[in-house]
Nanobody, 124 residues
Framework: VQLQASGGGSVQAGGSVRLSCAAS????????MGWFRQAPGKEREFVAA????????YYADSVKGRFTISRDGAKNTVYLQMNSLKPEDTAVYYC??????????????????WGQGTQVTVSS
């Protein structure tokens, strides 16, 4: 397994969850890493991304101010800290490595390696 996402679970609205995405050193290369999510009946959508060069971070408007993406290079792990969770945050969350140098980190097709997904359920 090249990417292993973990940390999902069930939480009440207003709560917090931290997702982790561990990767092999080779998989951890590329241009950055992102988190996407897919709710039942909906298309996969961008959540957050971090670029290796400069450490810039990017967020979807729906999560800005509530979610934080970070990286631990020594552990080859990227985290997604999710606070003030809402029922609409319920989804399967996927981490992915961006293998294309395109500057738009929110586009899924620029990511060539994907993890298996972890479920986050937020109840009201």
């Amino acid at each position: 397994v090249q990417l292993q996402a973990s940390g999902g679970g069930s939480v009440q609205a207003g709560g917090s969850v931290r997702l982790s995405c561990a990767a092999s050193r080779r998989t951890f290369s590329g241009y950055g890493m992102g988190w996407f999510r897919q709710a039942p009946g909906k298309e996969r959508e961008f959540v957050a991304a971090i670029r290796w060069s400069g450490g810039n971070t990017y967020y979807a408007d729906s999560v800005k101010g509530r979610f934080t993406i970070s990286r631990d290079g020594a552990k080859n792990t990227v985290y997604l800290q999710m606070n003030s969770l809402k029922p609409e945050d319920t989804a399967v969350y996927y981490c992915a490595v961006r293998t294309n140098a395109n500057s738009d980190s929110s586009i899924a097709r620029w990511y060539g390696v994907w993890g298996q997904g972890t479920q986050v359920t937020v109840s009201s």
